[in-house]
């Protein structure tokens, strides 16, 4: 059981650039986010999506945009790469946007340099 | 709104010795409160989690977490300290009654690097 997996797990790019960030569950889940981690931030929110085809805003969605087109899929593109997007993003999923006392399940991150 | 607060930045205890991780919560609710670890380069691991009934919650690794109602806290402990259990920490809530405006309505706190020295 693979959960979820992010790729790549690192990545550098050059301002202006534009990449997307895999993000892929096969726990057949309804809700899917992507954080970024930041020194002495935690986690803030970035999107999120309660079912394919829904899509909505975090915490900080601002150069960022994603779609969910299947059950497993979940990929964050960032438009045009800022050194402010320097960060470490995780993909999450958990069972149900309903059950809110389910737990969610995190990928294993990837750390974006933007120079 | 909600709110994590995790106190403390650092917490450094001996190879050994019981350990307390700090957490207190702001919800207009009731609260779904969770504890997650992160090893290095690595994704964060669900450790337990408060939804009702007994304020004592046990999860992984040996840990366990007192909710407190009237002091709004859930702090994470552990009775003996092992140099693996060095990681960082992160409290999270959820409010029962949120609508999902805020996503799945998971708000995080700071985190806080626990130091097991042997």
């Known amino acids: 059981n693979a959960g979820v997996t992010q790729t790549p797990k690192f990545q550098v790019l050059k301002t202006g650039q534009s990449m997307t960030l895999q993000c892929a569950q096969d726990?057949?889940?309804?809700?899917m986010s992507w954080y970024r981690q930041d020194p002495g931030m935690g986690l803030r929110l970035i999107h999120y999506s309660v079912g394919a085809g829904i899509t909505d805003q975090g915490e900080v969605p601002n150069g960022y945009n994603v779609s969910r087109s299947t059950t497993e899929d979940f990929p964050l593109r960032l438009l045009s790469a800022a050194p402010s997007q320097t960060s470490v993003y995780f993909c999450?999923?958990?069972?149900?946007?309903?059950?809110?006392?389910?737990?969610?399940?995190f990928g294993q991150g990837t750390r974006l340099t933007v120079v | 709104a909600q709110s994590v607060a995790q106190p403390e930045d650092q917490v450094n205890v001996a190879e050994g010795n019981p350990l307390t991780v700090k957490c207190t919560y702001s919800v207009s609710g009731n609260p779904y409160l969770f504890w997650y670890v992160q090893y290095p380069n690595r994704g964060l691991q669900f450790l337990l989690k408060?939804?009702?009934?007994?304020?004592l919650v046990k999860g992984s690794y040996g840990f366990e977490a007192e909710f407190n109602k009237s002091q709004t806290s859930f702090h994470l402990k552990k009775p003996s300290a092992l140099v693996s259990d060095s990681a960082l920490y992160f409290c999270?809530?959820?409010?029962?009654?949120?609508?999902?405006?805020?996503?799945?309505?998971?708000?995080f706190g700071k985190g806080t690097h626990l130091i097991i020295q042997p």
């Open positions: 999270a809530v959820r409010d029962m009654g949120h609508s999902g405006g805020g996503a799945d309505g998971l708000t």
């Open positions: 408060y939804i009702t009934g007994d304020n």
């Open positions: 726990m057949n889940h309804e809700y």
């Open positions: 999450a999923s958990s069972y149900s946007a309903r059950q809110m006392n389910t737990e969610a399940f």
